[in-house]
């Protein structure tokens, strides 16, 4: 094994490592196998916990405020997704793990990006890829890409999740891409649809002439920018029932354990990526049957007291909470609302006024903003209750639900006002579901 590459890539370069959160850290503690005494800096946008650890960790580094920082004076600065640039920053320096190592491994690698589904259509690709080669599941879903360098040496295969923040900036694209869909998130950070649509598609903007692109039917405005000719979803690629379709193909994948049509859409992408690269049928129908839906996604955690919780933490759009209640069946409450970030519910306010079987309990700041956009446009009903938090939420919803019925949290909402994360949130909802 050869780390020659990723050698000449950092020696006798002044770099700065941009956050020393997860990513930070595997940055750090790679540059440090290859280059033992090379000077780092390591820079966060505050004094606190985080820089005191960096002091405590490392060796042969500098750990700074980025007040204190000249960003000038770095040949090349490795920024954690999270880290939002301040406005007038060059960035013609600026890089990070996913795009270094889409640089290194390109031929290697499925990336998959979109609003929603990226994390199991990202998984499922990689349970299908390890019944024929060595496969790493990596990036935004919480793998930092440079854990898995020493694998790739060896000539793995990597599942690459890409967050639109990865995206944003990256002059290198996969091999073989996918971009699901896009649905309006992140706007207090993009602004407008058209700039979060355009950092999701980096992932093939660089690809090469015979990579292979695969993209959603309704995101046919990007692919003027690809030189490829694309398969689309909904079109190329579709699942009708448990039945998945790809071109000149068909595979019976009633033995998945998934819920959700959109999912088998997503099983049927990821069917797509192991035909290509030489997966039999019967591998595909090994992976799936073994496959396990990932958690705090229409993760269905089973009866309590008659009652039955389904996780569903993940989602922080209204389409994500429309498609869960279109998914599960016998939903007699859904838990909504989480932090408000400004997006539009317009869609989610229509559809929750015309589902009169689901009792809808409205919490935090969004929950409380969208029962009063319903107020306001004259759609409240019978069954729309407010509360203040998810505590107070499923104390209400058990005295709702009926027996051998479903509670579902789905909160079409970001979770950082009063959770670590949606995983924590999941958590919390768990144990609330569960506990006497």
């Given at each position: 094994m050869s780390l020659q590459a990723w050698i000449d890539e950092f020696s006798n370069r002044k770099i700065m490592i941009w956050g020393y959160g997860k990513e930070g850290k595997a940055t750090y503690q790679f540059i440090r196998r290859i280059l033992p005494q090379q000077v780092l800096t390591i820079v966060e946008s505050q004094p606190g916990k985080s820089l005191d650890q960096a002091k405590l960790d490392t060796v042969y580094t500098e750990c700074l405020c980025q007040d204190d920082v000249d960003f000038n004076k770095f040949d090349m600065i490795l920024k954690s997704p999270g880290i939002v640039i301040p406005e007038g920053l060059d960035t013609s320096k600026?890089?990070?793990?996913?795009?270094?190592?889409?640089?290194?491994?390109?031929?290697?690698?499925?990336?998959?990006?979109?609003?929603?589904?990226?994390?199991?259509?990202?998984?499922?690709?990689?349970?299908?890829?390890?019944?024929?080669?060595?496969?790493?599941?990596?990036?935004?879903?919480?793998?930092?890409?440079?854990?898995?360098?020493?694998?790739?040496?060896?000539?793995?295969?990597?599942?690459?999740?890409?967050?639109?923040?990865?995206?944003?900036?990256?002059?290198?694209?996969?091999?073989?891409?996918?971009?699901?869909?896009?649905?309006?998130?992140?706007?207090?950070?993009?602004?407008?649809?058209?700039?979060?649509?355009?950092a999701k598609s980096h992932i093939f903007t660089n690809q090469l002439h015979g990579d292979v692109l695969i993209i959603h039917q309704d995101l046919t405005n990007f692919i003027q920018q690809s030189i490829n000719t694309p398969y689309l979803i909904g079109k190329d690629i579709t699942a009708v029932g448990k039945t998945l379709h790809i071109p000149s193909h068909t595979l019976d994948a009633s033995n998945a354990k998934l819920i959700g049509e959109h999912n088998y859409c997503n099983l049927a992408v990821a069917n797509m990526i192991g035909n290509l690269l030489g997966v039999s049928d019967e591998q595909v129908h090994q992976a799936i049957a073994n496959f396990r839906p990932l958690a705090h996604r229409l993760e269905d955690l089973g009866e309590y007291k008659g009652i039955r919780y389904i996780n569903d933490s993940i989602s922080t759009i209204g389409q994500s909470c429309i498609q869960a209640l279109e998914s599960i069946d016998n939903v007699d409450t859904v838990l909504v609302g989480g932090m408000d970030r400004g997006i539009e519910y317009d869609e989610i306010e229509e559809y929750l006024s015309k589902r009169k079987d689901v009792q809808v309990i409205f919490m935090y700041a969004t929950g409380k903003r969208i029962y009063h956009e319903m107020e306001n446009k004259g759609l409240l009903r019978d069954g729309l209750h407010v509360v203040e938090d998810l505590q107070q939420a499923v104390t209400l919803a058990k005295s709702l639900t009926a027996k051998h019925h479903a509670c579902v949290l789905s909160p079409a909402a970001s979770s950082y006002d009063h959770f670590k994360n949606f995983e924590h949130r999941g958590d919390v909802f768990r144990k609330l579901a569960f506990e006497e």
């Open positions: 600026i890089t990070g793990e996913a795009e270094l190592f889409i640089k290194h491994y390109r031929d290697h690698i499925v990336g998959v990006t979109g609003t929603k589904g990226k994390s199991t259509t990202t998984s499922l690709i990689a349970a299908i890829l390890k019944e024929k080669y060595h496969v790493c599941l990596v990036g935004n879903i919480g793998i930092p890409c440079f854990e898995a360098i020493l694998e790739m040496e060896e000539g793995a295969y990597a599942a690459l999740e890409l967050s639109c923040h990865q995206l944003e900036i990256c002059r290198y694209s996969p091999k073989y891409a996918v971009f699901l869909n896009l649905y309006e998130e992140h706007l207090d950070h993009y602004k407008t649809m058209e700039k979060y649509g355009l």
